[in-house]
């Protein structure tokens, strides 16, 4: 009898543990790590799995079934991500498979759910061989087929490699949720007919041209800015330089003098042999740069504390450099990549080819084509520049990176599985690759601070900013006086009101953060006080004047603006609060004769949403931009002098522990976005508490006294950097199991952990989309072994997975809860 082989294996679902399947010897020898196998999982169901081991040891409670296909000639996960996502798992407390399935681009991930959709572009269908014709002759009858859709249509189980090979041949997509594509912007450019390049017919076409002067002119134009620079010449510098319209540029086109032709601006802006110089360093910059390389020496982190517009961006360019001559892979990790846009366009300027972007919303195919050049160390993947998601790529020789604004909570992935946090997780991956981490921010979270203060980091302090610029000046204005006084007009302030006037005066820029989107968060029945609630959950629903509709924030449920109050019909109903919508509102009164816009996440649904109010307010076209906190994300703004804020209270008064600390971070983030020139930018901040301890420190950029204030807090009310943070919660339809099941959590989990457990205990929002939400917390002090307490509540939790009166409710851990 021959030795049995065995492959162990990831399926991208949430059971702890990995399989056994049964392969040849053959196949044995094939087979390595990180390579995919089609395998059957249950009755019907057929994964792309991921090998973890080969070896002979047959499992012991089952007997392993066969593989079905192996689908990659070498693997497509390495051994270093292996390892990371063993960490992940262990750390954040979900499956290997639930990494596996966050990591890994759609299009690895065929299985039973998957979409298949046909491509728009016909292929050459005498290169498919008869099972691959079935398939795609049965999407031209129905465009979207599910795999077990195909396993019937082909009459057999194996169908990945017949999947595999279309996606290879262009046939079909993989189809995932509702992923907008990736279309880089394009920009019209105008050259010259190819026949006119003939210099004999250029010269009879010039004659000719005498009766036309004003086409004439603009052919002239066109060679002085050609003659100007060696960059493509878009369509509307044509038109301004020659002073002409649209209309003559048609007409030449129409006659073939000229042709228009569509350009990548990315192309624009660099064709390789424009690659921008990195700019020269201030002594600020250079001193802090010193510092930050002398710090690599002896420590693996260093946290750069540099205010807003100090140059941080320009420094990480001038370490980029150096990693990348070395021939060492650089990743950049951002909070978001649909908000920086202005930074990725800065880096393409000096690192044109060599930049990666890696993003959630580009398409299947970008992604894996991403992925590979990653993988193999592609010169085109040597930076590599992406949102949380990235920190699962491929690396090959990783020598540095980059989070930069370190502290946005958007870090940390909070649904589904794994809830990473990626600034933690580049620290472990950097220390897999005896790479070095930048940690760059104006606000540090006050985590990293600590550790900086205790010497486990290095710390870089940046006080300057760029050009001796100043600060902004900050300045509270106490609306309690200002209401009694009645100085009020709608929301805005007299003093706000006048600043605002005297910046559009001077053709300069204004803007204004409110935290709320919607128009007025609560509708109110003046009569019997009834407003009306989501059905699915337990809010409030949300007036949206422009829709005229009540919305729910959590579930998206909205109807019509009712006219009487559905509890009583009084018709007396009365808004209150105030959101992003209102302010637009009373602006477009107060200020008929500018341009007002709006970014929330109403306005920027739609495609580049954020790039076009973005392009927008840079170009001039939008005088006031009034928006959330999507404001505060590093933009850089030239012309902007004025920043208000309408209500600072609501952000204090969030039930959190990090609250202060956010707001802090929050305020001082939009008001980096003031006076980013020579003239001093001015911040209003207008609020109840004038004489809060976080807004007076707001107002002096006094991050230093808000760490110490905080800290303390911290420390006596056991909180992180102090100790570490578990939140569980509990989750189902049934309120009384929701409350069964969570009571006899904390309970299970009080006889260990004693008075370091909290709750369980409703949240301020009990019930989102139908569904009872009950919460533990559990504080780790320092000194606790956090995989012996790990190991604890796996135990716990695998017991309450067997109490039969449990069934179905839905237990979610989250480590490091932010
Ligand atoms: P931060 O990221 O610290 O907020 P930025 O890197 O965005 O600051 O820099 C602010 C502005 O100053 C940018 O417009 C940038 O181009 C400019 N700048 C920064 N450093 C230099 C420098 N050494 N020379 C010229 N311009 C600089
Ligand atoms: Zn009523
Ligand atoms: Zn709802």
């Given at each position: 009898m021959t030795t049995p082989y065995f492959i162990d294996v990831i399926l991208p679902i949430?059971?702890?543990?990995?399989?056994?399947?049964?392969?040849?010897?053959?196949?044995?020898?094939?087979?390595?790590?990180?390579?995919?196998?089609?395998?059957?999982f249950g009755k019907t169901k057929v994964y792309a799995a991921i090998v973890t081991n080969v070896h002979q040891t047959p499992p012991e409670v089952y007997e392993a079934k066969e593989i079905e296909h192996i689908l990659d000639e070498i693997p497509i996960v390495t051994q270093k991500q292996l390892a990371?996502?063993?960490?992940?798992?262990?750390?954040?407390?979900?499956?290997?498979?639930?990494?596996?399935?966050?990591?890994?681009?759609?299009?690895?991930?065929?299985?039973?759910?998957?979409?298949?959709?046909?491509?728009?572009?016909?292929?050459?269908?005498?290169?498919?061989?008869?099972?691959?014709?079935?398939?795609?002759?049965?999407?031209?009858?129905?465009?979207?087929?599910?795999?077990?859709?195909i396993i019937d249509i082909l009459g057999k189980k194996n169908v990945l490699p017949v999947?595999?090979?279309?996606?290879?041949?262009?046939?079909?997509?993989?189809?995932?949720?509702?992923?907008?594509?990736?279309?880089?912007?394009?920009?019209?450019?105008?050259?010259?007919?190819?026949?006119?390049?003939?210099?004999?017919?250029?010269?009879?076409?010039?004659?000719?041209?005498?009766?036309?002067?004003?086409?004439?002119?603009?052919?002239?134009?066109?060679?002085?800015?050609?003659?100007?620079?060696?960059?493509?010449?878009?369509?509307?510098?044509?038109?301004?330089?020659?002073?002409?319209?649209?209309?003559?540029?048609?007409?030449?086109?129409?006659?073939?003098?000229?042709?228009?032709?569509?350009?990548?601006?990315?192309?624009?802006?660099?064709?390789?042999?424009?690659?921008?110089?990195?700019?020269?360093?201030?002594?600020?910059?250079?001193?802090?740069?010193?510092?930050?390389?002398?710090?690599?020496?002896?420590?693996?982190?260093?946290?750069?504390?540099?205010?807003?517009?100090?140059?941080?961006?320009?420094?990480?360019?001038?370490?980029?450099?150096?990693?990348?001559?070395?021939?060492?892979?650089v990743l950049y990790l951002l909070p978001e990549i649909a908000l920086t846009t202005q930074l990725i366009s800065r880096l393409q300027q000096y690192f044109g080819e060599q930049l990666t972007v890696y993003h959630s919303k580009y398409s299947v195919n970008e992604r894996v084509e991403a992925w590979n050049n990653i993988r193999d160390n592609k010169s085109k993947a040597q930076i590599i520049i992406g949102a949380r998601s990235a920190i699962f790529l491929p690396f090959q020789d990783l020598g540095l990176i980059i989070v930069d604004e370190e502290h946005e909570s958007t870090f940390k992935q909070y649904d589904p599985a794994p809830r990473y946090h990626a600034r933690d997780t580049a620290i472990v991956i950097a220390k897999m690759f005896g790479a070095k981490v930048l940690l760059g921010s104006a606000t540090p979270a006050l985590e990293t601070y600590y550790n900086a203060k205790q010497g486990k980091y290095a710390l870089v302090e940046l006080t300057r900013r760029h050009g001796n610029v100043l600060m902004p000046e900050i300045n509270l204005v106490d609306l309690k006086t200002k209401y009694k006084r009645k100085e009020m007009t709608g929301h805005f302030s007299d003093v706000l009101l006048e600043n605002i006037q005297e910046a559009l005066k001077e053709g300069e820029q204004v803007i204004l953060f409110q935290n709320r989107r919607g128009y007025s968060p609560v509708v109110e029945c003046n009569t019997c006080g009834h407003s009306p609630q989501c059905p699915n959950c337990d809010v409030s629903l949300t007036y949206h004047n422009y829709k005229n509709q009540l919305r729910c924030h959590y579930c998206g449920y909205h109807m019509a603006m009712q006219q009487q109050c559905m509890s009583c019909s009084s018709t007396d109903l009365s808004t209150k609060g105030f959101g992003t919508e209102q302010i637009e509102k009373e602006?477009?009164?107060?200020?008929?004769?500018?341009?007002?816009?709006?970014?929330?996440?109403?306005?920027?649904?739609?495609?580049?949403?954020?790039?076009?109010?973005?392009?927008?307010?840079?170009?001039?076209?939008?005088?006031?931009?009034?928006?959330?906190?999507?404001?505060?994300?590093?933009?850089?703004?030239?012309?902007?002098t004025l920043v208000g804020i309408m209500n600072a209270d609501n952000l204090l008064n969030f039930p959190d522990f990090r609250a202060h600390e956010r707001s802090f971070q929050l305020i001082q983030q939009v008001s980096g976005r003031a006076g980013r020139t020579e003239k001093r930018g001015k911040v209003l901040v207008q609020t109840y508490n004038p004489f809060h301890q976080i807004l007076q420190q707001v107002s002096v950029n006094d991050y230093s006294g808000m760490f110490k204030d905080q800290i303390e807090e911290r420390h006596q009310y056991k909180y992180p950097p102090f100790f570490r943070l578990i939140k569980i919660t509990i989750k189902h339809k049934d309120y009384n199991k929701v409350n069964n099941a969570a009571g006899w959590l904390a309970k299970s989990l009080r006889n260990v952990f004693k008075d370091n457990v909290l709750g369980p205990e409703f949240p301020p929002i009990a019930r989102i989309r139908n569904q009872y939400h009950k919460n533990i917390l559990i504080k780790i002090p320092q000194g606790q072994s956090l995989s012996k307490t790990k190991a604890v509540i796996k135990k716990i939790n695998t017991t309450f997975s067997s109490i039969k009166d449990f069934s179905g409710v839905r237990v979610i851990y989250n480590v490091d809860n932010q």
């Open positions: 949430p059971l702890h543990k990995e399989f056994t399947y049964r392969i040849s010897e053959t196949e044995a020898n094939f087979i390595q790590p990180g390579m995919r196998v089609a395998v059957q990371l996502w063993t960490w992940m798992a262990e750390y954040y407390l979900c499956s290997k498979g639930e990494v596996m399935r966050a990591a890994l681009p759609g299009a690895f991930l065929l299985e039973s759910e998957t979409i298949i959709n046909k491509k728009e572009l016909t292929i050459d269908e005498s290169d498919l061989k008869d099972d691959e014709f079935l398939l795609y002759e049965a999407l031209h009858y129905q465009s979207v087929l599910r795999i077990q859709e999947i595999k090979s279309l996606i290879e041949k262009g046939a079909i997509t993989v189809q995932e949720e509702i992923y907008e594509q990736y279309k880089p912007k394009l920009v019209r450019c105008v050259q010259l007919h190819q026949q006119y390049r003939d210099e004999d017919n250029l010269r009879a076409l010039l004659d000719q041209m005498n009766r036309a002067p004003k086409q004439k002119a603009v052919v002239m134009h066109l060679f002085t800015l050609q003659a100007k620079s060696e960059d493509p010449v878009k369509v509307n510098e044509l038109v301004k330089a020659s002073n002409t319209s649209s209309a003559v540029i048609k007409a030449l086109v129409d006659k073939q003098v000229l042709e228009v032709y569509q350009l990548q601006t990315d192309r624009v802006q660099y064709h390789s042999d424009s690659v921008e110089d990195a700019k020269q360093l201030n002594p600020y910059q250079q001193k802090a740069l010193d510092e930050i390389e002398h710090s690599f020496t002896d420590k693996e982190v260093c946290m750069l504390h540099g205010v807003t517009s100090s140059g941080k961006t320009e420094i990480y360019v001038q370490l980029i450099q150096k990693v990348i001559q070395q021939g060492k892979q602006l477009v009164d107060l200020f008929p004769d500018h341009v007002i816009a709006r970014m929330d996440q109403d306005t920027t649904r739609g495609k580049h949403g954020y790039e076009k109010i973005i392009n927008r307010f840079e170009q001039g076209e939008v005088h006031i931009l009034v928006g959330t906190q999507m404001l505060s994300k590093g933009l850089d703004f030239r012309n902007v």
